[in-house]
């Protein structure tokens, strides 16, 4: 066991990460979450180099000498790769990687490079397929007998080589294919979305920064069993469970792929009909990791991506996820009715199950109810979709105070004792 630990040790490649710090975002905390990404991808983060400009040099994107001093880094240190905290040119890549003898990747192949390990379903390995194609096919010219190299690591994973070695003809007929592929899933998703407005189902998204314990509150909601690891992207594929609240209405909880500053924009027309699934809900809990430093700007970024989305108009619930976590209360943000959780010790889920059931499209009534007996299995419905409060046998029937909404009183309307439900 442990020689397997020391050789898979060995084998993780050992990343120079470089930031341009042209003042157009907080580098800093930019080349940090870079770190985070090295590390999901599964490489190690060995050395850092920022460099100010004004501007990326066209050629190589750093200036010559700070080029030089980060290809003595990496012969020095013995580095594997060099991965750069924004999007290169083909060019640029080809001269650096010319100039470090290794290989070079962008924060946008990270990313895509993450999420060709993480997805699992059929249409997120579509949708991956389809963003990683759109990504290389501007790429392709300049890039020389580069495409034709084999071997793996980050950046080498996806569709997979002999795709990109074809011609542009034939990527573009294969993003077509994917295209159409992914418009049948999303209309099979239409379909679903109908029957749920139909049967009055209400939906609940959880959106929010990747890594902010999204998942760890579904499995605390649901027991749904959703992969939760401390990694960014640990979750692609959205997943959807069924949810009950006090008041006894179940909602169905949809998990949804994190987000992050500086999303590239191959990503989110990629997966925009998986975003968009979480924007038509009804309820969005907007979670984010209270005990970050960057919880305000993690808050922000997913509330100008909803917006975006057309999602302005949908009741937003912030849940301040970690809480146990949180070493100063009086630095962590403060959004108007925000929630404080921790998914991890179930405390305060109480209060954000209640923030729900307060915001809840349907609401519910009150109905005293007497069934007879021959219609007593309705009592069954009542305790499944509704909440009983009490029931009691009496000489005509069964007695029972109920909360139902308003589709399943249309089912029971006729035994209501006081003739119509009383609004909760």
């Known amino acids: 066991m442990k020689d397997n630990m020391l050789e898979n040790k060995e084998q993780q490649e050992r990343a120079l990460l470089v930031a341009l710090d042209t003042g157009e975002y907080d580098a800093e905390a930019s080349l940090a979450e870079l770190a985070e990404l090295t590390r999901s991808a599964g490489a190690e983060p060995a050395a850092y180099l920022t460099q100010k400009r004004p501007a990326p040099d066209a050629a190589t994107c750093l200036g010559s000498g700070m080029a030089e001093e980060a290809k003595d880094w990496i012969q020095r240190e013995q580095l594997d790769l060099a991965i750069f905290d924004r999007e290169l040119t083909p060019t640029q890549i080809r001269n650096l990687e010319e100039l470090f003898g290794v290989r070079v990747i962008d924060r946008t192949m990270l990313i895509l490079d993450i999420f060709a390990q993480r997805a699992m379903s059929r249409e997120g390995k579509l949708q991956v397929e389809l963003a990683l194609l759109r990504y290389m096919l501007p790429r392709?010219?300049?890039?020389?007998?580069?495409?034709?190299?084999?071997?793996?690591?980050?950046?080498?994973?996806?569709?997979?080589?002999?795709?990109?070695?074809?011609?542009?003809?034939h990527i573009r007929r294969r993003i077509d294919k994917l295209k159409e592929q992914l418009d049948e899933s999303e209309a099979n998703r239409a379909v679903t979305q109908r029957r749920r407005k139909k049967n009055e189902v209400v939906t609940v998204a959880l959106v929010g920064y990747t890594n902010a314990g999204k998942s760890t509150?579904?499995?605390?909601?649901?027991?749904?069993?959703?992969?939760?690891?401390?990694?960014?992207?640990?979750?692609?594929?959205?997943?959807?469970?069924?949810?009950?609240?006090?008041?006894?209405?179940?909602?169905?909880?949809?998990?949804?792929?994190?987000?992050?500053?500086?999303?590239?924009?191959?990503?989110?027309?990629?997966?925009?009909?998986?975003?968009?699934q979480a924007a038509?809900?009804?309820?969005?809990?907007?979670?984010?990791?209270?005990?970050?430093?960057?919880?305000?700007?993690?808050?922000?970024?997913?509330?100008?991506?909803?917006?975006?989305?057309?999602?302005?108009?949908?009741?937003?619930?912030?849940?301040?996820?970690?809480?146990?976590?949180?070493?100063?209360?009086?630095?962590?943000?403060?959004?108007?009715?925000a929630v404080r959780i921790s998914a991890l010790t179930g405390e305060g889920v109480g209060q954000l199950l209640q923030a729900v059931e307060d915001n809840l499209p349907v609401k519910t009534f009150q109905v005293d109810l007497l069934l007879p007996f021959a219609k007593s299995g309705l009592a069954a419905k009542l305790r499944e979709e509704g909440a009983v409060l009490s029931e009691e046998y009496v000489e005509d029937g069964l007695r029972v105070l109920a909360q139902v909404d308003s589709r399943l009183y249309s089912q029971v309307k006729e035994f209501d004792q006081n003739g119509e439900g009383e609004m909760a």
């Open 140 to 169: 392709l010219a300049g890039r020389g007998t580069a495409l034709s190299r084999l071997g793996g690591g980050i950046g080498t994973r996806g569709p997979g080589e002999t795709k990109l070695e074809t011609d542009r003809r």
């Open 217 to 276: 509150l579904m499995n605390r909601l649901t027991q749904a069993g959703v992969l939760a690891e401390d990694k960014l992207f640990a979750t692609l594929d959205p997943t959807a469970r069924a949810m009950k609240l006090p008041c006894g209405k179940t909602v169905m909880l949809i998990d949804t792929v994190g987000l992050l500053r500086r999303l590239p924009h191959h990503l989110v027309e990629a997966f925009k009909s998986t975003l968009e």
């Open 280 to 337: 038509t809900a009804d309820i969005l809990l907007n979670i984010c990791d209270a005990s970050s430093p960057e919880a305000r700007e993690h808050l922000a970024v997913t509330q100008e991506l909803l917006q975006s989305l057309g999602a302005g108009d949908r009741p937003v619930i912030p849940v301040l996820n970690k809480w146990d976590a949180v070493e100063d209360a009086e630095l962590a943000p403060r959004p108007a009715g």
